[in-house]
């Protein structure tokens, strides 16, 4: 077979399967109600969890940096492209986080590679959660360290882990599971580190600006300072509602990245304007706490009237609230005929979780109301009797 003839197998393959990705077409703004095409849906598949994306004050903070600033950096950190709004959101988001310093990155993805590729190599050990998202994994595995997984949330197999002896030892794990929406036991993963004389690598990327008492993520909800986790990740493509992610923690820590880091030293910065829209979204969550109090009352009125039906719906109190359908084909099913019905919720399939588990990652914004849980928790007991009642009989 030629290359073009293998790679159209495997795509057919794919489609066999019920694992096919298709990309859907936003014609509208980020928001609870969306268009796609020429449809309007009620949108309960988005990140952006506490209504930021589209809030008018960051986007005027926006449009007004861009008018003055332009719409490109133009250049790396390093040769020409470091600006003002970036240096002042650095080191704003040091101070929210308690840290010495922080460093942006043009998303999660990049700061994950680049903290694991710059912390570790060979005669190291990294030790990561098996749940963990895909750029710690790809991180570990790109290190050059031994590269070890303990079962999910699981403090004794974490410990055993540890044991082998190493240069350097680094526990990462995701503060909230983006696909279970649990939380990692990060006060007990941070003993268990220093016990072992190892660092803590946690990614808050679901947890920051919705966790703790003032939105600085679950180290704040847990009290943990930078001693107990000296390396934080956090994105601001999700509560923040713009574009990008940081790395904070000690000032040795951030002048190694910024030396040694090869994707912020050969990736072109974020535009000023995002920068300064991002200042804003900062301002929003510091100020106040009404945005995560909604959501936070939206999160515990539909776990409630999800009780009252038979679908298996996963221990999470975050806004990612999985329900487990299992069959792959079937949680298509499903999350097409919402579609038809006007809601849009997200079908995750393997391999982004295990066999076996696929489900419908519903996600709960801020910009949501209690009237909208009720239209997705009576759709969702028709779409049950409808084919997940009717596929185990």
């Known amino acids: 077979m030629t290359i073009e003839q293998q790679l159209k197998q495997a795509l057919l393959d794919r489609h066999e399967a019920h694992l096919y990705r298709q990309r859907k077409v936003l014609l509208s703004a980020q928001n609870s ?44 950190h390093m040769v020409i492209g470091h600006h003002e709004q970036h240096h002042l959101l650095e080191q704003e988001l040091a101070e929210f986080t308690g840290r010495e310093r922080a460093l942006l990155f043009a998303n999660g993805y990049a700061a994950n590679l680049a903290c694991l590729n710059v912390l570790l190599g060979q005669g190291d050990l990294v030790a990561e959660d098996k749940l963990n998202h895909a750029s710690l994994l790809d991180g570990g595995l790109s290190s050059g360290a031994k590269f070890r997984r303990y079962l999910h949330c699981d403090l004794n197999s974490l410990e055993k882990m540890l044991t082998p002896k190493a240069n350097r030892k680094i526990v990462v794990t995701d503060g909230v599971f983006s696909m279970d929406g649990d939380l990692a036991s990060l006060r007990e993963i941070s003993q268990i580190c220093q016990q072992h004389n190892a660092w803590l690598m946690v990614d808050d990327a679901h947890g920051f600006g919705v966790l703790g008492a003032t939105g600085a993520g679950l180290c704040e909800a847990e009290n943990l300072s930078a001693n107990d986790v000296p390396v934080l990740m956090g994105t601001l493509g999700k509560a923040f509602g713009t574009y990008g992610a940081f790395v904070a923690g000690s000032e040795t820590l951030i002048e190694t990245l910024i030396q040694f880091a090869r994707p912020y030293i050969y990736s072109t910065a974020l535009p000023p304007a995002v920068a300064a829209a991002t200042r804003q979204s900062l301002k929003i969550i510091r100020e106040g706490t009404g945005l995560r109090n909604h959501l936070a009352e939206l999160i515990r009125v539909f776990r409630e009237k999800m009780q009252k039906t038979n679908l298996e719906l996963l221990t999470s109190h975050t806004a990612i609230q999985p329900i487990i359908i299992g069959n792959q084909e ?13 809601v849009l919720v997200g079908a995750i399939r393997p391999p982004t979780v295990p066999a076996g588990t696929a489900r419908l990652r519903v996600t709960l914004t801020a910009s949501h109301s209690l009237e909208d849980i009720d239209s997705l928790v009576n759709l969702l007991i028709d779409a049950n009797e409808r084919f997940v009642d009717s596929s185990a009989r």
Do not use: C
């Open 33 to 76: 109600r969306v268009q796609v095409n020429a449809q309007h849906y009620l949108n309960f598949a988005s990140n952006d969890y506490l209504g930021l994306a589209n809030h008018p004050d960051v986007i005027t903070a926006f449009t007004e940096a861009a008018a003055r600033y332009g719409v490109g950096s133009g250049a790396s």
């Open 330 to 342: 079937t949680t298509l099913k499903v999350a097409q005929w919402l579609q038809e019905q006007g």
